[in-house]
């Protein structure tokens, strides 16, 4: 865990360095255009072949979805991770690059994808509606979920941390106690840190961790908790302000949520996550979101066919 999260840390500092000499402050980390000072070029992001021969048989969304658009659910405000460029309205980070690569072996190329942004609380609503048909956003798998939707994956193993101000006593979830804490409703770190045992004054929810880091800058609220691979996009955004504790108290596994019961959409999903952790497009995608540093990236996780 260690040094995966040394190698993200770093990662991030590059990427947001370059965003912001790019685009701003709300640059896209993603982008391909993006140039960093001494003018060389951000590790360029995979093409995904457009798999034409896709069988969608036992597959109701699939079947559903033959001759129109994909619609995936990911999240807007998270550099590296989903994020959409507020200006060109542009997505990018690893959670769409591992979208993108699942829709082209799933036959959907760029222009049949409909990124929408849904926030943590409404994924499993907005899965078992409808309303999208596959979700990459950061999205835990665990057994509670598992009642309600599908996952394909893990793709990625991320862990909680916390985000407190540079000159802020906090080193790790002990020192929690009477403080005042904000996560997101319907996220595993706000469950979690609203467990007795760190003795928090107030877990405040918020819709989205950007609004919790408004707090943590206004001062409302003494840190902000969720996976560290978010955390890091804001600490970066932030530099010399806040700072991300880095003493990780749980394993976040990331999956593609999808329908609970299309098993066949499921083993699609995992296939294509297999086959593009294998011809290198995962570790590509990482090294030109995650990872712009050049730091190694992790070893993909085992895809748990359950
Ligand atoms: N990975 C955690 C979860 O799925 C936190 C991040 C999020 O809210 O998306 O709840």
């Known amino acids: 865990m260690k ?22 402050k709300s640059g896209n980390p993603g982008d391909q255009s993006d140039k960093a000072d001494d ?77 929408k942004t849904v926030p943590s609380e409404a994924r499993e609503t907005q899965l078992a509606s409808g309303g999208v048909d596959l979700y990459v956003g950061t999205y835990t798998i665990n057994d509670e979920r598992k009642k309600q939707v599908g996952f394909g994956g893990p793709y990625y193993v991320a862990g909680q941390d916390l985000l407190v101000k540079a000159d802020s006593s906090i080193k790790g979830p002990d020192d929690l106690k009477g403080k005042k804490v904000c996560s997101v409703t319907g996220s595993t770190p706000l469950q979690r840190i609203k467990e007795p045992k760190y ?39 932030n530099k010399g302000a806040l700072k991300v504790v880095g003493s990780t108290f749980s394993e976040e596994p990331y999956g593609v949520g999808l329908k609970k019961d299309d098993k066949v959409l499921r083993e699609a999903v995992n296939n294509a996550l297999e086959a593009h952790m294998k011809n290198g497009d995962w570790k590509k995608a990482y090294d030109a979101t995650l990872g712009l540093s050049g730091a190694a990236a992790p070893t993909p996780p085992a895809v748990d066919r359950y």
Do not use: W
């Not at 079947?63 to 994020?83: V, W």
């Not at 929810?205 to 409302?220: E, K, M, P, R, S």
């Open 39 to 115: 003018g060389t070029s951000s590790p360029e992001l995979p093409k995904y072949p457009v798999n034409t021969s896709v069988d969608v048989e036992g597959s109701s969304v699939l079947e559903k979805l033959k001759g129109k658009k994909i619609t995936i659910g990911t999240k807007a405000d998270q550099p590296g991770l989903g994020f959409e460029n507020p200006s060109t309205k542009k997505r990018s980070g690893f959670d769409v690059e591992i979208a993108r690569m699942i829709a082209a072996d799933l036959g959907f190329d760029e222009d049949h994808i409909t990124f």
């Open 199 to 237: 003795g928090v004054a107030e877990a405040k929810a918020q819709q989205g961790y950007q609004l919790c880091v408004q707090d943590l800058v206004n001062g409302t609220v003494d840190a902000v908790t969720t996976d560290d691979s978010i955390l890091k996009g804001y600490a970066a955004e």
């Open 3 to 24: 040094l995966r999260n040394t190698a993200i840390a770093a990662a991030l500092t590059l990427t947001l360095a370059v965003t912001a000499t790019a685009c701003g």
